[in-house]
Protein backbone atom coordinates (compact mmCIF):
# COMPACT_ATOMS: atom_id res chain seq x y z
CA UNK A 1 0.00 0.00 0.00
CA UNK A 2 2.80 2.29 0.81
CA UNK A 3 4.43 1.55 -2.27
CA UNK A 4 1.59 2.48 -3.97
CA UNK A 5 1.22 5.85 -2.41
CA UNK A 6 4.89 6.27 -2.76
CA UNK A 7 4.02 5.93 -6.72
CA UNK A 8 0.93 8.16 -7.00
CA UNK A 9 3.26 10.50 -4.90
CA UNK A 10 6.36 10.42 -7.53
CA UNK A 11 3.83 11.13 -10.38
CA UNK A 12 1.91 13.12 -9.70
CA UNK A 13 5.81 15.60 -8.52
CA UNK A 14 6.89 14.12 -11.86
CA UNK A 15 3.54 15.60 -13.98
CA UNK A 16 4.28 19.34 -11.52
CA UNK A 17 7.50 19.48 -12.81
CA UNK A 18 6.76 19.14 -16.78
CA UNK A 19 3.98 21.52 -16.43
CA UNK A 20 6.11 23.67 -14.27
CA UNK A 21 9.08 23.39 -17.61
CA UNK A 22 6.31 23.98 -19.91
CA UNK A 23 5.28 27.04 -18.85
CA UNK A 24 9.15 28.27 -18.26
CA UNK A 25 9.29 27.84 -22.19
CA UNK A 26 5.83 29.15 -22.93
CA UNK A 27 7.37 32.37 -20.71
CA UNK A 28 10.44 32.25 -22.93
CA UNK A 29 11.35 36.12 -23.92
CA UNK A 30 11.13 36.46 -27.57
CA UNK A 31 14.78 37.06 -28.86
CA UNK A 32 15.35 40.66 -29.49
CA UNK A 33 16.75 41.30 -33.26
CA UNK A 34 20.31 40.78 -33.18
CA UNK A 35 22.16 44.19 -33.47
CA UNK A 36 24.17 45.19 -36.49
CA UNK A 37 25.45 48.25 -35.96
CA UNK A 38 27.12 50.07 -38.32
CA UNK A 39 28.14 53.59 -37.60
CA UNK A 40 29.56 56.38 -40.89
CA UNK A 41 29.78 59.42 -42.12
CA UNK A 42 28.02 60.31 -45.16
CA UNK A 43 27.69 62.98 -48.18
CA UNK A 44 25.51 63.29 -51.22
CA UNK A 45 26.82 64.03 -54.73
CA UNK A 46 24.19 65.12 -57.83
CA UNK A 47 24.23 63.11 -61.06
CA UNK A 48 26.35 64.23 -63.61
CA UNK A 49 26.17 61.27 -65.40
CA UNK A 50 24.87 60.83 -68.99
CA UNK A 51 25.18 62.63 -72.37
CA UNK A 52 23.37 66.21 -72.74
CA UNK A 53 20.29 67.57 -74.61
CA UNK A 54 21.06 67.85 -78.25
CA UNK A 55 24.15 65.77 -78.28
CA UNK A 56 24.98 67.51 -81.40
CA UNK A 57 25.08 70.67 -79.60
CA UNK A 58 28.57 71.01 -78.58
CA UNK A 59 28.09 73.57 -76.09
CA UNK A 60 25.37 71.51 -74.51
CA UNK A 61 26.55 70.94 -70.80
CA UNK A 62 24.78 68.59 -68.08
CA UNK A 63 22.47 70.07 -65.58
CA UNK A 64 23.58 69.48 -62.02
CA UNK A 65 20.38 70.31 -59.65
CA UNK A 66 21.27 72.70 -57.02
CA UNK A 67 21.44 71.28 -53.24
CA UNK A 68 19.67 74.03 -51.42
CA UNK A 69 18.46 74.32 -47.85
CA UNK A 70 17.42 71.08 -46.01
CA UNK A 71 18.49 67.88 -46.87
CA UNK A 72 16.49 64.76 -45.32
CA UNK A 73 17.75 61.29 -44.22
CA UNK A 74 14.94 58.95 -43.93
CA UNK A 75 15.70 55.52 -42.46
CA UNK A 76 13.23 52.89 -43.09
CA UNK A 77 12.54 49.37 -41.70
CA UNK A 78 11.26 46.71 -43.90
CA UNK A 79 7.76 47.53 -43.94
CA UNK A 80 8.92 51.19 -45.20
CA UNK A 81 7.63 52.87 -42.08
CA UNK A 82 10.66 55.79 -41.11
CA UNK A 83 12.02 54.72 -38.08
CA UNK A 84 14.39 57.47 -38.11
CA UNK A 85 14.94 61.24 -39.23
CA UNK A 86 17.95 63.14 -39.88
CA UNK A 87 17.59 67.14 -41.39
CA UNK A 88 20.95 68.95 -42.04
CA UNK A 89 21.86 71.65 -44.63
CA UNK A 90 22.78 70.59 -47.78
CA UNK A 91 26.11 72.60 -47.44
CA UNK A 92 27.06 70.02 -44.58
CA UNK A 93 26.94 67.03 -46.46
CA UNK A 94 27.90 68.16 -50.22
CA UNK A 95 30.33 66.39 -52.00
CA UNK A 96 33.31 67.63 -52.47
CA UNK A 97 33.39 69.50 -49.22
CA UNK A 98 36.11 70.25 -46.55
CA UNK A 99 34.14 67.98 -44.13
CA UNK A 100 32.91 64.34 -43.84
CA UNK A 101 29.15 65.00 -44.20
CA UNK A 102 27.05 63.43 -41.24
CA UNK A 103 27.17 60.79 -38.93
CA UNK A 104 24.94 58.13 -39.60
CA UNK A 105 24.34 55.28 -36.70
CA UNK A 106 22.16 52.19 -37.18
CA UNK A 107 21.00 49.06 -36.79
CA UNK A 108 20.78 47.21 -40.82
CA UNK A 109 19.04 44.36 -39.16
CA UNK A 110 16.58 47.16 -38.74
CA UNK A 111 16.88 49.59 -40.94
CA UNK A 112 16.71 48.33 -44.63
CA UNK A 113 16.69 51.47 -46.75
CA UNK A 114 18.24 55.05 -45.93
CA UNK A 115 16.52 57.20 -48.25
CA UNK A 116 17.88 60.82 -49.41
CA UNK A 117 15.70 63.83 -50.29
CA UNK A 118 16.75 67.37 -50.85
CA UNK A 119 15.57 70.62 -51.73
CA UNK A 120 12.81 70.07 -49.48
CA UNK A 121 12.09 73.91 -48.05
CA UNK A 122 10.60 75.39 -51.23
CA UNK A 123 7.09 74.21 -50.69
CA UNK A 124 7.70 71.16 -52.32
CA UNK A 125 7.31 68.52 -49.87
CA UNK A 126 3.43 67.27 -47.97
CA UNK A 127 2.23 64.84 -46.39
CA UNK A 128 -0.71 62.60 -46.74
CA UNK A 129 -3.32 61.18 -43.95
CA UNK A 130 -4.02 58.03 -45.17
CA UNK A 131 -7.00 57.96 -42.50
CA UNK A 132 -8.16 60.80 -44.47
CA UNK A 133 -7.61 60.08 -47.95
CA UNK A 134 -9.97 62.69 -49.92
CA UNK A 135 -8.81 65.91 -47.78
CA UNK A 136 -5.77 67.47 -49.26
CA UNK A 137 -2.16 66.49 -47.74
CA UNK A 138 -0.32 69.09 -45.56
CA UNK A 139 1.89 70.97 -46.49
CA UNK A 140 5.64 70.41 -45.34
CA UNK A 141 7.26 74.18 -45.17
CA UNK A 142 10.63 75.31 -44.30
CA UNK A 143 11.41 75.27 -40.53
CA UNK A 144 9.48 71.66 -39.88
CA UNK A 145 10.64 69.34 -36.77
CA UNK A 146 11.33 66.96 -39.75
CA UNK A 147 11.97 63.94 -36.96
CA UNK A 148 9.14 64.73 -34.82
CA UNK A 149 6.66 65.10 -37.94
CA UNK A 150 7.71 62.18 -39.65
CA UNK A 151 9.27 58.97 -37.87
CA UNK A 152 6.07 56.68 -37.13
CA UNK A 153 4.53 57.33 -40.94
CA UNK A 154 5.01 55.29 -43.63
CA UNK A 155 7.55 56.50 -46.73
CA UNK A 156 4.79 56.95 -49.37
CA UNK A 157 2.78 58.75 -47.55
CA UNK A 158 5.16 61.29 -48.38
CA UNK A 159 4.68 63.55 -51.29
CA UNK A 160 6.62 65.75 -53.89
CA UNK A 161 4.49 68.47 -55.50
CA UNK A 162 4.70 68.65 -59.21
CA UNK A 163 3.44 72.36 -59.40
CA UNK A 164 5.72 73.13 -56.38
CA UNK A 165 8.96 72.56 -58.53
CA UNK A 166 10.92 75.01 -59.44
CA UNK A 167 10.91 78.39 -57.22
CA UNK A 168 8.22 81.22 -56.81
CA UNK A 169 10.03 83.19 -59.48
CA UNK A 170 10.70 80.45 -62.32
CA UNK A 171 8.71 77.20 -61.96
CA UNK A 172 10.52 75.51 -64.77
CA UNK A 173 14.15 76.57 -63.39
CA UNK A 174 15.57 72.77 -63.98
CA UNK A 175 18.09 73.15 -61.06
CA UNK A 176 15.41 73.81 -58.64
CA UNK A 177 13.44 70.42 -58.36
CA UNK A 178 13.56 68.05 -55.89
CA UNK A 179 16.21 64.99 -55.42
CA UNK A 180 16.38 61.88 -54.76
CA UNK A 181 18.78 58.95 -53.58
CA UNK A 182 19.12 56.32 -51.13
CA UNK A 183 20.65 52.63 -49.97
CA UNK A 184 19.99 49.07 -49.22
CA UNK A 185 21.61 48.73 -45.48
CA UNK A 186 22.73 45.31 -46.94
CA UNK A 187 24.66 46.44 -49.76
CA UNK A 188 26.89 48.78 -47.82
CA UNK A 189 30.05 46.47 -46.71
CA UNK A 190 30.86 46.36 -42.97
CA UNK A 191 33.23 48.30 -41.83
CA UNK A 192 33.03 50.91 -44.39
CA UNK A 193 33.73 54.31 -42.81
CA UNK A 194 32.44 56.83 -45.36
CA UNK A 195 29.15 56.76 -48.21
CA UNK A 196 28.46 58.73 -50.83
CA UNK A 197 25.02 59.02 -51.99
CA UNK A 198 24.34 59.98 -55.37
CA UNK A 199 20.99 62.08 -55.77
CA UNK A 200 19.05 63.28 -59.29
CA UNK A 201 16.07 65.11 -59.87
CA UNK A 202 12.67 63.17 -58.55
CA UNK A 203 10.65 63.86 -61.23
CA UNK A 204 10.22 63.85 -65.28
CA UNK A 205 10.15 66.41 -67.65
CA UNK A 206 8.09 66.40 -71.31
CA UNK A 207 9.52 68.45 -74.06
CA UNK A 208 8.05 69.93 -77.13
CA UNK A 209 9.77 70.57 -80.09
CA UNK A 210 6.33 71.59 -82.46
CA UNK A 211 3.16 70.19 -84.44
CA UNK A 212 3.32 69.97 -87.67
CA UNK A 213 0.70 68.41 -90.70
CA UNK A 214 1.74 65.75 -92.82
CA UNK A 215 -1.30 66.70 -95.42
CA UNK A 216 -0.51 70.44 -95.60
CA UNK A 217 -3.25 71.50 -93.63
CA UNK A 218 -3.01 75.18 -92.30
CA UNK A 219 -3.53 75.56 -88.94
CA UNK A 220 -3.32 77.65 -86.33
CA UNK A 221 -2.35 75.96 -82.04
CA UNK A 222 -4.41 77.50 -79.67
CA UNK A 223 -3.61 75.76 -76.59
CA UNK A 224 -1.33 72.92 -75.17
CA UNK A 225 -2.70 70.75 -72.21
CA UNK A 226 -1.90 67.74 -69.94
CA UNK A 227 -3.84 65.32 -69.32
CA UNK A 228 -4.03 62.05 -67.42
CA UNK A 229 -0.86 63.23 -64.73
CA UNK A 230 -0.97 64.09 -60.80
CA UNK A 231 -0.49 67.19 -58.98
CA UNK A 232 1.15 65.22 -56.38
CA UNK A 233 2.80 62.34 -56.22
CA UNK A 234 4.03 59.50 -53.10
CA UNK A 235 7.59 59.47 -52.66
CA UNK A 236 7.65 55.60 -53.69
CA UNK A 237 6.07 56.43 -57.10
CA UNK A 238 3.00 53.97 -56.43
CA UNK A 239 1.07 56.69 -54.15
CA UNK A 240 -1.34 57.86 -56.26
CA UNK A 241 -2.96 61.21 -54.41
CA UNK A 242 -6.40 60.72 -53.71
CA UNK A 243 -7.47 64.05 -53.34
CA UNK A 244 -9.60 64.98 -56.32
CA UNK A 245 -7.88 68.30 -57.11
CA UNK A 246 -4.32 66.72 -57.19
CA UNK A 247 -5.71 64.93 -59.81
CA UNK A 248 -5.29 65.81 -63.32
CA UNK A 249 -7.89 63.31 -65.20
CA UNK A 250 -10.01 65.97 -67.09
CA UNK A 251 -13.19 64.20 -69.21
CA UNK A 252 -13.64 64.74 -72.70
CA UNK A 253 -16.94 66.76 -71.77
CA UNK A 254 -15.10 69.22 -69.19
CA UNK A 255 -15.23 72.69 -69.41
CA UNK A 256 -11.32 73.19 -68.60
CA UNK A 257 -10.62 72.34 -71.90
CA UNK A 258 -12.51 74.93 -73.41
CA UNK A 259 -12.58 77.83 -70.78
CA UNK A 260 -8.11 76.90 -70.57
CA UNK A 261 -6.31 78.77 -68.46
CA UNK A 262 -9.51 80.00 -65.85
CA UNK A 263 -10.18 76.06 -64.93
CA UNK A 264 -6.57 74.51 -66.24
CA UNK A 265 -4.10 73.73 -63.43
CA UNK A 266 -1.50 76.11 -65.56
CA UNK A 267 1.53 73.78 -64.37
CA UNK A 268 -0.01 71.50 -67.30
CA UNK A 269 -1.17 74.42 -69.45
CA UNK A 270 0.42 76.11 -72.35
CA UNK A 271 -1.78 79.05 -74.20
CA UNK A 272 0.33 79.12 -77.19
CA UNK A 273 -1.92 81.49 -79.37
CA UNK A 274 -5.47 81.50 -78.06
CA UNK A 275 -7.58 83.63 -80.00
CA UNK A 276 -10.38 85.79 -79.10
CA UNK A 277 -11.95 85.74 -75.33
CA UNK A 278 -13.46 83.05 -73.65
CA UNK A 279 -14.58 79.86 -75.64
CA UNK A 280 -16.39 82.32 -78.66
CA UNK A 281 -15.02 81.77 -82.02
CA UNK A 282 -12.62 84.68 -83.09
CA UNK A 283 -14.46 87.25 -85.28
CA UNK A 284 -13.24 87.97 -87.32
CA UNK A 285 -11.12 84.75 -88.42
CA UNK A 286 -7.06 84.88 -87.98
CA UNK A 287 -5.52 84.44 -91.36
CA UNK A 288 -3.99 81.10 -91.33
CA UNK A 289 -1.25 80.07 -93.47
CA UNK A 290 0.98 77.46 -91.72
CA UNK A 291 1.17 74.56 -91.89
CA UNK A 292 4.14 73.43 -88.42
CA UNK A 293 3.97 75.48 -85.48
CA UNK A 294 6.86 75.59 -82.92
CA UNK A 295 8.21 77.48 -80.08
CA UNK A 296 10.55 80.21 -79.81
CA UNK A 297 13.78 79.71 -81.65
CA UNK A 298 15.87 76.67 -79.71
CA UNK A 299 12.99 76.36 -76.95
CA UNK A 300 10.88 74.05 -75.98
CA UNK A 301 7.49 74.16 -74.68
CA UNK A 302 7.85 71.84 -71.54
CA UNK A 303 5.76 70.91 -68.52
CA UNK A 304 6.79 68.58 -65.28
CA UNK A 305 4.87 65.54 -64.88
CA UNK A 306 4.61 63.09 -62.10
CA UNK A 307 6.71 59.20 -62.87
CA UNK A 308 3.90 56.84 -61.84
CA UNK A 309 4.92 53.19 -61.55
CA UNK A 310 1.79 50.76 -60.42
CA UNK A 311 1.57 47.86 -62.61
CA UNK A 312 -1.42 47.15 -64.45
CA UNK A 313 -2.58 43.94 -62.93
CA UNK A 314 -4.96 43.40 -65.95
CA UNK A 315 -2.18 43.95 -68.37
CA UNK A 316 -2.34 42.39 -71.57
CA UNK A 317 -0.54 43.25 -74.44
CA UNK A 318 -3.11 41.99 -77.38
CA UNK A 319 -6.59 44.21 -75.78
CA UNK A 320 -6.07 47.62 -76.60
CA UNK A 321 -7.78 48.81 -73.78
CA UNK A 322 -5.14 46.63 -71.41
CA UNK A 323 -1.49 46.77 -73.01
CA UNK A 324 -0.17 48.96 -70.70
CA UNK A 325 1.71 47.58 -67.94
CA UNK A 326 1.62 50.78 -65.67
CA UNK A 327 -1.82 52.35 -64.79
CA UNK A 328 -2.58 56.04 -64.17
CA UNK A 329 -5.64 58.08 -64.05
CA UNK A 330 -9.24 56.79 -64.35
CA UNK A 331 -10.67 59.18 -67.27
CA UNK A 332 -14.21 58.76 -68.77
CA UNK A 333 -13.83 58.73 -72.71
CA UNK A 334 -15.60 59.23 -75.32
CA UNK A 335 -17.73 56.73 -76.41
CA UNK A 336 -20.72 58.04 -78.72
CA UNK A 337 -23.14 59.58 -76.41
CA UNK A 338 -24.76 62.40 -75.24
CA UNK A 339 -24.68 61.54 -71.40
CA UNK A 340 -21.88 60.32 -69.46
CA UNK A 341 -21.84 57.06 -67.81
CA UNK A 342 -19.40 55.57 -64.96
CA UNK A 343 -19.82 52.49 -67.38
CA UNK A 344 -17.56 53.90 -69.49
CA UNK A 345 -15.02 54.91 -67.15
CA UNK A 346 -11.67 52.90 -68.33
CA UNK A 347 -8.11 53.48 -67.19
CA UNK A 348 -4.98 54.97 -68.76
CA UNK A 349 -1.74 54.15 -69.12
CA UNK A 350 0.68 55.63 -66.74
CA UNK A 351 2.12 58.27 -69.28
CA UNK A 352 0.44 61.56 -69.23
CA UNK A 353 -1.48 62.46 -72.49
CA UNK A 354 -0.93 65.75 -74.48
CA UNK A 355 -3.62 67.15 -75.57
CA UNK A 356 -3.67 70.25 -78.58
CA UNK A 357 -6.48 72.57 -79.52
CA UNK A 358 -6.05 73.51 -83.30
CA UNK A 359 -8.53 76.36 -85.38
CA UNK A 360 -8.36 75.03 -89.24
CA UNK A 361 -8.34 77.51 -91.82
CA UNK A 362 -10.54 75.38 -93.97
CA UNK A 363 -12.78 73.07 -91.05
CA UNK A 364 -14.00 70.82 -94.18
CA UNK A 365 -10.22 70.20 -94.76
CA UNK A 366 -10.44 66.80 -92.18
CA UNK A 367 -13.37 64.52 -91.82
CA UNK A 368 -14.58 65.77 -88.03
CA UNK A 369 -16.82 68.35 -87.34
CA UNK A 370 -15.42 71.10 -85.18
CA UNK A 371 -16.37 71.50 -81.65
CA UNK A 372 -19.35 74.10 -80.24
CA UNK A 373 -16.45 76.67 -80.40
CA UNK A 374 -15.32 75.96 -84.17
CA UNK A 375 -12.43 74.07 -82.91
CA UNK A 376 -10.58 70.63 -83.63
CA UNK A 377 -8.16 68.48 -81.40
CA UNK A 378 -4.96 66.28 -81.58
CA UNK A 379 -4.31 64.13 -78.79
CA UNK A 380 -0.97 61.92 -78.12
CA UNK A 381 -1.37 59.19 -76.18
CA UNK A 382 1.39 56.77 -77.05
CA UNK A 383 5.00 57.10 -77.16
CA UNK A 384 7.43 55.09 -78.85
CA UNK A 385 12.03 55.13 -78.31
CA UNK A 386 13.55 57.07 -80.93
CA UNK A 387 15.98 55.05 -81.02
CA UNK A 388 14.60 52.19 -80.16
CA UNK A 389 11.31 51.91 -81.94
CA UNK A 390 10.01 50.31 -78.69
CA UNK A 391 6.66 51.64 -76.86
CA UNK A 392 7.42 53.76 -73.69
CA UNK A 393 5.02 52.51 -70.72
CA UNK A 394 6.27 54.87 -67.56
CA UNK A 395 8.52 57.60 -67.13
CA UNK A 396 11.23 57.99 -65.41
CA UNK A 397 12.43 60.23 -62.39
CA UNK A 398 15.34 62.47 -63.74
CA UNK A 399 14.73 61.83 -67.19
CA UNK A 400 13.30 64.60 -69.93
CA UNK A 401 11.20 63.22 -72.65
CA UNK A 402 11.96 64.99 -75.59
CA UNK A 403 9.63 65.39 -78.95
CA UNK A 404 11.18 67.02 -81.79
CA UNK A 405 8.02 67.51 -83.53
CA UNK A 406 4.54 65.60 -83.71
CA UNK A 407 3.41 64.96 -87.19
CA UNK A 408 -0.38 64.32 -87.64
CA UNK A 409 -2.42 63.76 -90.93
CA UNK A 410 -6.05 64.66 -91.06
CA UNK A 411 -7.73 61.41 -89.85
CA UNK A 412 -6.17 62.13 -86.32
CA UNK A 413 -8.26 65.61 -85.90
CA UNK A 414 -10.86 64.82 -83.76
CA UNK A 415 -14.00 66.60 -82.51
CA UNK A 416 -12.98 66.04 -78.87
CA UNK A 417 -9.86 65.89 -77.02
CA UNK A 418 -10.21 62.20 -75.96
CA UNK A 419 -12.18 60.13 -78.33
CA UNK A 420 -12.68 55.79 -76.96
CA UNK A 421 -12.69 55.13 -81.00
CA UNK A 422 -8.78 56.15 -81.13
CA UNK A 423 -7.68 54.94 -77.73
CA UNK A 424 -3.95 55.43 -78.86
CA UNK A 425 -4.13 59.06 -80.57
CA UNK A 426 -1.15 59.97 -82.26
CA UNK A 427 2.22 58.25 -81.63
CA UNK A 428 4.74 60.68 -80.29
CA UNK A 429 8.65 59.87 -81.23
CA UNK A 430 10.61 60.76 -78.00
CA UNK A 431 13.54 60.56 -77.21
CA UNK A 432 15.09 60.07 -73.65
CA UNK A 433 17.11 62.21 -72.41
CA UNK A 434 19.16 63.34 -68.93
CA UNK A 435 18.19 66.16 -66.98
CA UNK A 436 20.12 68.42 -69.23
CA UNK A 437 19.98 71.94 -71.27
CA UNK A 438 21.29 73.60 -73.63
CA UNK A 439 23.81 76.47 -72.18
CA UNK A 440 23.49 79.94 -72.88
CA UNK A 441 22.31 83.29 -71.02
CA UNK A 442 19.50 83.04 -68.90
CA UNK A 443 17.56 79.68 -67.38
CA UNK A 444 16.44 77.54 -67.96
CA UNK A 445 17.69 78.19 -71.38
CA UNK A 446 15.38 76.15 -73.81
CA UNK A 447 12.31 76.33 -72.39
CA UNK A 448 9.46 78.94 -73.57
CA UNK A 449 8.05 80.74 -70.64
CA UNK A 450 4.66 80.76 -70.01
Not at 24 to 34: L, S, Y
Not at 68 to 84: A, E, H, P, Y
Not at 315 to 322: E, F, H, I, N, S
Not at 325 to 335: C, D, M
Amino acid sequence: MRNKYLYILISALVLMLMVACQGDEMKQPVEPIEEELMELSVQIRPDKTGSSRGAEDETAISIVPHLNGTVLFLMLDRDSVIQDVVSVDADAVRYPAPNNGIRLKFNRNEIEKIKVIGNVDDNKLYLNNPSTPLSPATLLPAGTDWKATLVGKRFEDLQYDITGQGTGGDQLDPQQVNVFGGVLTREIPMGNAHLIVVVKPAISRIEIGGLKSTDNIKFLLEEIFVDNNFKKMGLNYMAYPTYTNDLIAFDWYNSAFTTGPTAYPKEFYFNVNKQGAGTAKPSPMPTITTTEITPKVDHWWSFYVAPAWVPNPDYDDADPKQDHEYIGNVIEPYVGIDTPSPIYKRTYSAMPMLIFKILLDDPDAVEADADDEGRHWITIKNYKNADTGERIHRMAPGYVYQIKCIEFTKDDVDKEPIKEASPYGIDAVVSVKDWTYVGGAGMPGPIEKR
